[in-house]
């Protein structure tokens, strides 16, 4: 069955910039929007932004400024770079597979990754 | 931007409905879809569209919309029902309900 599998550091140091990947398994990437969503310990979810996979971006307008979300088609992967860290980025940071609405102003997310725990400290 | 609003906890007893509502003034326009997550999880996609229910998501879970308010009903509530649920709508995701099954 389709599987994502976040990786990346579990600790990172205030102003760095954190990198994460998607690894997704079971289907092609080359379909759907490749989304990073993100929880702070005792709180609810945020939406980080996506990436189609012919590299069309829409991101978080809180976010933006410190996002860049990528795609490696030819290694069924995603990725996540959010810079100048602070504490308050300490999250689970989770994958997930969007699928558009009608248009791509719409869409939700049926598939998630477990999830990985990212300190800024 | 645009905010949907949840209640922060909603109680009910086992066997009896439970009715979990989002509001946004971007509802009438967009579509809505709702999560559970339960603790140590992530979260699982339980209503697309206002009202699709994805293969697999028992039928006691349903999902109505009007106007401003998307609503998730969940019938005859069970224990593994306490969870976390969350409304969401494009880029934005609601604050959250805590269903407590007492």
Redesign the interface.
Known sequence: QVQLQESGPGLVKPSETLSLTCTVSGDSISRYYWSWIRQPPEKGLEWIGYIYYSGKTNYNPSLKSRVTISVDTSKNQFSLNLSSLTATDTAIYYCARGRAVTTDENWYFDLWGRGTLVSVS | ?YELTQPPSVSVSPGQTARLTCSGDVLPK??A?W?QQKPGQ????MI??DSER?SGIPERFSGSSSGTTVTLTISGVQAEDEADY?C?????????TKLTVV
């Open positions: 931007s967009q579509y879809h999560y992530a979260p699982v996609l697309y569209k994805p969350y969401q709508s494009a880029g934005v995701f609601g604050g959250g």
